[in-house]
């Protein structure tokens, strides 16, 4: 009788997993040398922690020399999942990973079977001399739109191989149109009750060569790929939430909008080794009880609010010299009366971790006016050399004001200018 209970009792909890799954992005790329691929992947829940489970659907997947994941509570009781599964290969290959055995949760378009494969292009690249990396993005496992505004949301890529990444939908989604540079909006349909609910976002990300190239196998054979011909694909998936209508699509009313010194979508940050870096979240939404933050981030990071603005903190460390990483964030707000949650715009920000940050600000003067498309850094360059800085370093123009000119004594104008290295 007991063996009994325990058989139907265990069932029912793989259930309950099985239609768990809402969303999940992978990436894969190098561990130390391209015998070792690294598969890095973000799985989310809207109940139970999942363990997932990824099979060798075709191809030399090789054998896994390493495998981990660690879980953290996510929104609404659900459960976020991060793990890393290294393959060695030994070689040259090609293979299909394939998260197997789980469902989506209930969902407005239908979708049960979570299908997210991963392909991995693994042959010698003739342009780089070594195996693809596939894109990286990010994306918070939920997106939340009311069904009366339309909203506009980019997937932010970084490719370590400077491949040109695009986008397309898996199975379509009838509330969301799609561009190939992998933005999606959302456009209100005149039935806007039958838009409301959860949708599965399903997209392919996939990377492509900027010129025509060869990849040679392990056995040495040299095939020729054009660049219209994808390398590799990563699924990015994730819950759409279709909300009942707001009285103003005006952000800044109900929805949360950003204000300065919010970081703009798509702004390059850099940061130090042991050295804490913060980004300022500054919003408003007059018609909401409070605000709190989404974000994505890399390990280590985390929010915190003081003095009425949100901000994120992260101290990088040795292992993250020279890497880039996607920094997201979302505000969401609840409404005062109808208590619904709204959410701001998805914003997103790349740090990279150079040796040395140093940010300076210089008031320049002029006897004619300077625009940014003509700033010369190439002299400010060899005066800063000659100050004593290193030959090799590198100047970017983080930002240059061409409004504040004022007039000097001299005839000229004076302008600000922010300057930064960027990466070695």
């Known amino acids: 009788m007991w063996g009994y209970l325990v058989l139907i009792l265990s069932s029912l909890a793989c259930s309950y997993q ?7 992005v992978v990436s894969y790329g190098r561990f130390w040398n391209d015998s070792y691929v690294a598969v890095h992947y973000t799985i989310n829940s809207r109940n139970e922690c999942i363990n997932p489970f990824w099979t060798c659907l075709s191809g030399y997947c090789g054998l896994k020399a390493q495998e981990f994941n660690v879980t953290a509570p996510g ?17 040259p290959t090609q293979f299909v990973l394939s998260l197997h055995g789980l469902q989506w949760v209930n969902v407005t378009n239908d979708v049960k079977d979570a299908v997210a494969l991963t392909r991995v292009d693994w042959r010698r690249r003739s342009d780089t001399g070594k195996a693809n990396a596939s894109p990286r993005s990010a994306v918070p496992h939920v997106l939340r739109v009311p069904s009366n505004c339309e909203r506009k949301v980019t997937l932010p890529t970084i490719d370590s191989d400077g491949d040109a990444v695009a986008c397309r939908f898996q199975n379509k989604t009838s509330v969301l149109k799609l561009t190939p540079n992998c933005t999606m909006t959302f456009i209100p349909g005149a039935n806007v009750s039958y838009a409301e609910g959860k949708y599965a976002v399903q997209l392919i990300m996939e990377d492509f060569p900027r010129q025509n190239i060869t990849l040679t196998d392990g056995k ?6 054009q660049s219209e011909n994808a390398l590799g694909q990563i699924p990015i998936q994730f819950l759409l939430m279709v909300d009942p209508r707001v009285e103003s699509c005006v952000e800044g009313e109900y929805l949360p909008a950003f204000l300065p010194p919010t970081p703009a979508n798509g702004d390059l940050l850099f940061a130090s080794v042991d050295e804490t870096l913060k980004i300022y979240i500054n919003t408003i939404a007059r018609k909401a009880n409070s605000t709190e933050m989404i974000f994505i981030g890399p390990p280590g990071m985390v929010s915190a609010f003081k003095d009425g603005l949100h901000f994120l903190v992260w101290t990088p460390i040795e292992t993250d010299l020279g890497q880039s990483q996607h920094v997201c964030f979302i505000v969401q707000a609840l409404e005062r009366v109808t208590l619904i949650v709204r959410h701001s715009e998805m914003r997103c920000v790349i740090v990279t971790v150079v040796p040395v940050v140093v940010e300076l600000r210089a008031r320049l003067r002029s006897a004619f006016p300077l625009y940014e498309s003509t700033f010369n850094l ?11 800085l290193p030959a090799d ?3 970017r123009l983080l930002s240059f004001d061409e409004k504040t000119a004022t007039a000097t004594p001299s005839g000229g104008e004076t302008q600000t200018a922010v300057l930064a290295p960027s990466t070695p």
């Open 75 to 91: 929104l609404f009781g659900g459960c976020t999942t991060v793990g890393l599964t290294i393959y060695y290969v030994s070689g």
């Open 18 to 24: 099985a239609s768990n799954f809402s969303g999940v």
């Open 378 to 388: 190439t002299q400010i360059k060899a005066e800063l050399v000659m100050q004593g």
């Open 220 to 225: 040495g054979n040299a095939i020729p790929l």
């Open 393 to 395: 370093i590198t100047l």
